[in-house]
């Protein structure tokens, strides 16, 4: 969960579940609200309660509060969440895998467009995850998520492609867990964005948290006070005009982070749906042109984006390894389309 301001979801139509609920007891003594809870809730963290806080996933007697909140007898808590309770078992699932590295620690694979990572509200199947504990036994799960998610490490969004390190022993999760919080892994991304981005490279610095007006988006709060830290680094690959590549260095791992981070410089990622890179944003008004643009989307699942490289340490060996893949197809076209249009035009 991502850290905003914590009453947002009075000012959002978003409907909410309940997925817990307390009276306190009239007997119980002043405490913390992530004390009071860390004992009632089955497989959680006392940090992931505090982010469930700052989300405005807690209230008490209907009032969203701030993880320092002290819960008083009689005081009603509840737990409220952007999805209903569903039981349900993680089933195994024969999705092939593109896997790129394996060994008895870790695999790495690379991630197809369209694929989401873990099972959540309205995406319970075809996941990355049933198709790992189908490939896979025993997965390690971390004890302190509200979910089960064997072996993940990290994420990739839906149509974001690329590479992703699965830990398959408990030992290999909380090293490499360890390694991306810390941020000594090395992650390259390429991108291709919208317009001529002015410097050759740069760094995007600014916290993100989500949307005020659209939960499922990300955006920038230059102020410091709301969402986290992220930073992005950039360096220009290729330039068309209308659109550049970029190489992105990720030194932090937020949500939506070099998405959000782009279109935050005014260079929205090509093809990219949910922040409006989907539409003709640079070039010329004619109707083949505008055209070419629409062919181009077509060649991609959302947006064109890719985890190229991959950096970390061996959780069992010590030693620095180093993944480096290939584009998919649908960019690679994307790329030599550009470049035959950029030609046609000399």
Partial sequence: METEQHNENS???????????FVVDPGQEVLRIDRFLI??????????????????????NDQAVKQNYKVKPNDTVSIVLPYPVRETELLPENIPLNIHYEDDTVVVVNKQAGMVVHPGYGNF??????????????????PNDFSSRPGLVHRLDKNTTGLMVIAKTEEALTHLSKQFYDRTTERRYHALVWGDVKEDEGT????????????????VFPGGDF?????????????????????????TGRTHQIRAHMKHLGHPLFNDIEYGGDRVLKGTTFTKYKQF????????????????????????TGEYMRFDSDLPTGFKTLIERWDNYLASRH
């Avoid at 199947?125 to 971390?142: I, M, Q």
């Avoid at 989307?297 to 984006?305: C, T, V």
């Fill in 125 to 142: 199947s075809g996941t990355l995850v049933n198709a790992l504990v189908y490939h896979f036994e025993n997965l390690p799960t971390k």
């Fill in 11 to 21: 000012e959002t139509n978003e409907e909410l579940f309940e997925h817990h609920n």
């Fill in 204 to 219: 995007i610095e600014g916290n993100l948290g989500r949307s005020l007006k659209n939960r499922k988006l990300m955006t």
């Fill in 293 to 316: 643009v629409i062919n181009n989307f077509k060649l991609i699942e959302g947006q064109a984006l890719h985890a190229k490289t991959l950096g970390f340490e061996h959780p069992k």
């Fill in 227 to 251: 969402g986290k830290h992220a930073v992005t680094n950039y360096k220009v690959l290729r330039r068309w005009d209308y659109v550049t590549l970029v190489e992105c260095k990720l030194e």
């Fill in 39 to 60: 004992d009632r809730i089955p497989n959680t963290s006392r940090n992931k309660i505090q982010e469930a806080a700052k989300e405005g996933y807690i209230k008490v």
